[in-house]
């Protein structure tokens, strides 16, 4: 791809671009090629106005990076962001139809704010850009782009999972949007899982044909649809290990847990995390082996996530119940079993955290990869490395069978595992661990972000660029 051409990257909220000790893989990533390219770097402000995606666009230019960001209105927010990406597509495509919201006016908000964003959009675009749009929250922006008459090269990325053709045909308007992401010329996916749900869902829904190298055809129209495992900043992650701060962390569980052995669950509060799960899990583990109660102690960080969605506040009072009934059952007047943080940690923090843990809970019915699994490993310390317990429904599952692998619905399995985990010799925790970060550091954000770039460069979509849906 010519270095001269620009990258434009879409994505709902924008930065940060320098690290301060904040960002997570993407932003990593992503803030790595656009300084490298030089680029644009367009999104929501995270602010409601009045006039919302009709304002005027905030434009911030940091070395040869530019920072585009519009506001959206109350309406816009509440139809495209609350409504339908995160209480339709959010528990649709974690494969959770029981919590799914089907509502008509957000889903018409939601295609609106994708042909304002691409409208908008459109006004800073070159011919030549290479754009790439992410995640389920613009399904339908490069069909919008097209239909703006934008001709250069559009690759998506979806971080999160697609789910099998049979529950995704339940979306009302589910052909529209499959429709509408062939307009884009690179579709890419964390699992191989995701590309295979997608590919049978246009073959049998769309008479879809499958063609060689990842190609997929939809009446004359043909894209590319890959695999890309997103990856961690494995080295700069491994440094923040060894901060400070980090130190002072660790320091601090360890002492605060006296003589138990600390397990940590680092996760946004979303029920596709399997949090709940995990601790019946743990809390069968004091059932199971009394001889682990006062010596263990779980520490669940988990920040408050999307907290004006009910599903969300549902899940809030259920964590805490569950959390009191486990310490209320075990707890002795020096020893509390279950310790949670709902505020954040900075990420030299966490890092401290995961390297002062005994064992990682990364539990999830259904996640597109999960990066603290990725963290976990690299902020080990070869002396003493911890365990990594990792559901089979993680994305990471795929690069990190060397962990402890768990079915999140299966109590006793976890907490046999948990149990399992607790007892490992310094030796095969020393093998299994160099084994996951040997992979951790061979596919890092950046390698992500490269191979996603060089693979929309070698597309070569054939059908014409015109917009699919009209
Ligand atoms: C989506 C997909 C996919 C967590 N607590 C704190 C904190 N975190 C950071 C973690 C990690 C990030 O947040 C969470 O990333 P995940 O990958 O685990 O999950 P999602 O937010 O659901 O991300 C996921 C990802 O996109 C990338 O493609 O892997 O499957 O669902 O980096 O460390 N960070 C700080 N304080 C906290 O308390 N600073």
Redesign the pocket.
Known sequence: MSEKQRLVVVSNRVGPLSDEG?A???AVGLADALRRRGGLWFGWSGETTKDGTAGEASRETVGEVELVTIDMTEEELAGFYLGYANRALWPLLHYRLDLVHFDREADRVYRAVNARVAERLKQFLRDDDIVWVHDYHFFYLGNELRKQGFTGRLGFFL??PFSPPEMFAALPGANDMVRAMLAYDLVGF?TATDRRNFANYAKHELDGQKQPDDRIRVGNRTITAKVFP?GIDAEGFAEFARSGEAEEHAAMLRSNVGRSLPIVG???L?Y?KGIIERLLGFERLLEQYPDRVGGVQFLQ?A?LSRSEVEEYVDLRGEFEGLVGRINGRFATLDWTPVHIMTT????RA?AGIYRAARVCMVTPLR??????AK?FVAAQDEADPGVLVLSRFA?ARAELGEALIVNPYATDHVANAIERALRMSLEERQRRWRAMRDKVFANTAADWCRAFLDALEAAEPDGGVEALLP
């Open positions: 904040k997570g893989g993407l971080h999160i964390q997103i680092v996760d946004r979303d596709s960080v920040p954040g940690l900075t990420r966490l996640d597109g990869m999960n990066l603290v963290e994305g």
